[in-house]
């Protein structure tokens, strides 16, 4: 994707969280994003559906050696930090990265 088409796919992204009531106060939401950030295990799932582009509840749990309970809390947070967002594909829900997602593993030093 070139530059204009990222801009693009990030503009429809705010004007769709702005249409389902997600859009927060910049303080909050930058609280819940440093608490998303703070674990270890919620950056490797980010990298991690960075390099697949996508992966279901049981690839998560099965890739990271995770119960249900964890994945749901790690996903769960993820998603509300608005760094991944769960989509429908074929009648079976995957999570995928937002923008936001994106530019942060984008602007993060992994060494």
Request: net charge positive; charged share 40%; glycine share 6%.
């Amino acid at each position: 994707m070139d530059r204009e088409q990222l801009l693009e796919r990030k503009r429809e992204w705010l004007r769709r969280l702005k249409e389902e009531g997600k859009l927060r106060d910049p303080a909050e939401d930058h609280r819940i994003a440093l608490k998303a950030m703070q674990s270890r295990m919620r950056q490797e799932i980010l990298r991690y559906l960075g390099s697949v582009g996508r992966a279901s509840f049981e690839e998560v749990a099965q890739r990271f050696g995770l119960d249900s309970f964890q994945t749901k809390i790690h996903l769960d947070l993820l998603e509300q930090a608005l760094f991944i967002e769960a989509v429908e594909e074929g009648g079976k829900r995957v999570y995928v990265l937002t923008p936001r997602g994106e530019a942060y593993l984008k602007n993060v030093d992994w060494r």
